[in-house]
């Protein structure tokens, strides 16, 4: 069952990914992972803090070299994944972003203690669609194509492995879809949609914990 608060050690997160998970251009508290700690605490989950690895503009090699740079990482109950935006803004081909992909979500099992089910995957959310992106000068279409075939291959590689995963790129071509100052990244009342669409799905994660 899940954690109650004062039930012993709190639960450990781990967040990975780019510009998305550190939240650029956001204050911390309006961070999607943290703001899904705090949700979970209002559930009566006790969970620490995420401790995020994510920088703006990193790739998914990027983000391996990062990890290889941080361990020993240790043994996590919750690890999310967001990455593969900036492979796609780079030009790179979906093939590559598949096989680095797959080694990132293996390596991301291992840390939750080899349970699949402890591993949440977001897509990629289109940033065609942001005043950035129109100004771009690139195809908005094919951009969002491009995201799409990415997305497809993230989701299939969870289906193979077991790993729960959130299409949280509608929410990001919606309308009413908030943009930082930036003009590029997700607003903070944006990653809270997130928030919402990962929470039920994490707190299965925690309370399966032990």
């Given amino acids: ?11 450990k997160y781990l967040a990975l990914g780019d510009s998305y998970t550190i939240g650029e251009s956001v204050p ?4 999607w992972p943290v703001q899904l700690v705090a949700a979970l605490r209002e559930r009566g989950v006790a969970i620490d803090e995420p401790r995020i690895i994510a920088t703006t503009g990193w790739t998914t ?16 109950d919750v690890v999310s994944l967001l990455i593969g935006v900036n492979n796609q803004y780079r030009g790179r081909d979906v093939a590559d972003y598949r096989g680095e992909f797959t080694a990132l979500l293996q390596r991301a099992i291992t840390l939750a203690g080899g349970r699949a089910d402890h591993v949440l995957v977001l897509s990629i959310p289109d940033w065609g669609v942001t005043p ?6 690139r195809d908005p279409a094919r951009i969002a194509a491009e995201l799409d075939a990415y997305n497809a291959a993230a989701a299939s590689i969870c289906e193979a492995h077991g790993v729960p995963f959130v299409d949280i790129t509608p929410a990001s071509r ?4 908030g943009i930082a100052e930036d003009g ?27």
């Fill in 174 to 177: 919606a309308p009413t879809a």
């Fill in 28 to 31: 911390e508290a309006g961070r």
């Fill in 184 to 210: 590029l990244h997700p607003s903070a009342p944006q990653y809270t949609t997130w928030t919402h669409l990962t929470l039920e799905k994490t707190y299965q994660v925690c309370f399966l914990s032990r």
């Fill in 1 to 11: 069952m899940a954690r109650a608060a004062g039930a012993g050690a709190p639960l």
């Fill in 61 to 76: 090699d990027e983000l391996a070299a990062a990890m290889d740079a941080a361990e020993p990482l240790g043994r996590w």
């Fill in 132 to 137: 950035f992106g129109q100004a771009s000068g």
